[in-house]
């Protein structure tokens, strides 16, 4: 004869589990709540793709220079001035970043390490944005991924007449905002 469960231990059990349930789904959707501000500095990368990234996330700032390598960032070197300056007022959760093309072959890690632990000291997390797959940046790519942070995958947006800036910065835009 088969053994009967009582009805309560079988209310018990299922509010159990409820909450169990219950407390893991509220922790995946806190974790998948997307960041409240969302600044981006680099490049011309970022030149690019700021007013793009402006149209897809809300609150967002940004600040590009055309031709600017990490070390200006890491320093505020005179090409850079007062770069990003405004991240401690406008306090971002993520802070993208798209540097390391005009590095050239050699580049500094430690200029990478600077901007990074600048934007942790500020309470952000970073996120690195990869130079598109086309761009020939070995060394750039392997300084990334040793810094430990997340990053956007090189997008396959196709490139213009240069060989280095996307004929239109909208795709890659999308693929960014959608990895948020």
């Known amino acids: 004869m088969p053994r009967q469960i009582p009805w309560k231990v079988v209310a018990l059990g299922s509010a159990v589990l409820g909450t169990i349930g219950a407390v893991v789904f509220s922790k995946r959707s806190a974790d998948s709540t997307p960041p409240k501000r969302v600044a981006l500095i680099g490049d011309s990368y970022a030149v690019g793709l700021g007013p793009q990234l402006a149209k897809l996330l809300s ?3 940004y600040e590009g220079h055309v031709g600017i390598g ?5 320093s505020h070197a005179a090409t850079c001035g007062t ?3 405004w991240l ?8 993208l970043v798209s540097l390391g093309v005009n590095d050239g072959a050699t580049p500094s890690s430690a200029n990478y ?3 990074v632990q600048n934007v942790h000291g500020g309470g952000a997390r970073v996120v690195w944005i990869e130079p598109p797959a086309a ?6 790519r392997a300084v990334i991924a040793s810094l430990g942070v997340a990053t956007v995958p ?9 060989g280095l800036h996307p004929v239109s910065y909208a795709p890659w835009a999308g693929e960014i905002a959608k990895t948020l």
Not at 135 to 140: L, Q
Not at 154 to 162: K, N, Q
């Open 88 to 95: 401690t007022t406008f306090k971002p959760d993520i802070v």
């Open 154 to 162: 090189a997008t396959l947006t196709p490139l213009g007449a240069d």
């Open 135 to 140: 761009v020939n940046t070995p060394a750039v």
């Open 83 to 85: 770069c990003g300056d």
């Open 70 to 74: 990490t070390a200006a960032w890491a």
């Open 59 to 61: 609150p967002f700032q």
């Open 113 to 115: 390490q600077a901007i």
